[in-house]
């Protein structure tokens, strides 16, 4: 998908640009979903996170990802999602990354 958006920040970009490099990218999308992303865990090593925060996803992106309240949306470096926690939750995102993250 590449959808436009503006964050919460007032920057406006496509999806396919922010997915862009060699890092993880996780969606905070609705309002609330950005102060989620403070408490997530990420590690130190592998690669690196960055976090675009929407507060109003718009149809577009609300109708292709399922949204209808706070949403977080961890995207690999290749594009694919990896994980959708609803709810203001990250407990899909935690298991992943309890799977996938070196030790430390």
């Given at each position: 998908m590449n959808?436009?958006?503006?964050?919460?920040?007032g920057r406006?970009?496509?999806?396919?640009?922010?997915?862009?490099?060699?890092?993880?990218?996780?969606?905070?999308?609705?309002?609330g979903?950005?102060?989620?992303?403070?408490?997530?865990?990420?590690?130190?090593?592998?690669?690196?996170?960055?976090?675009?925060?929407?507060?109003?996803?718009g149809?577009?992106?609300k109708?292709?990802?399922?949204?209808?309240?706070?949403?977080?949306?961890?995207?690999?470096?290749?594009?694919?999602?990896?994980?959708?926690?609803?709810?203001?939750?990250?407990?899909d995102?935690?298991?992943?990354?309890?799977?996938?993250?070196?030790?430390?």
């Open positions: 959808a436009a958006y503006t964050d919460i920040h406006s970009g496509r999806l396919h640009q922010a997915f862009r490099g060699p890092k993880f990218t996780l969606l905070a999308l609705g309002d979903a950005a102060a989620t992303t403070a408490t997530l865990a990420w590690p130190a090593m592998g690669d690196p996170l960055d976090t675009l925060a929407v507060s109003d996803p149809s577009g992106l109708r292709s990802y399922g949204v209808t309240g706070p949403t977080l949306i961890l995207v690999r470096p290749d594009g694919y999602i990896t994980a959708v926690d609803r709810d203001g939750r990250h407990t995102i935690e298991q992943f990354l309890e799977l996938v993250a070196p030790a430390a």
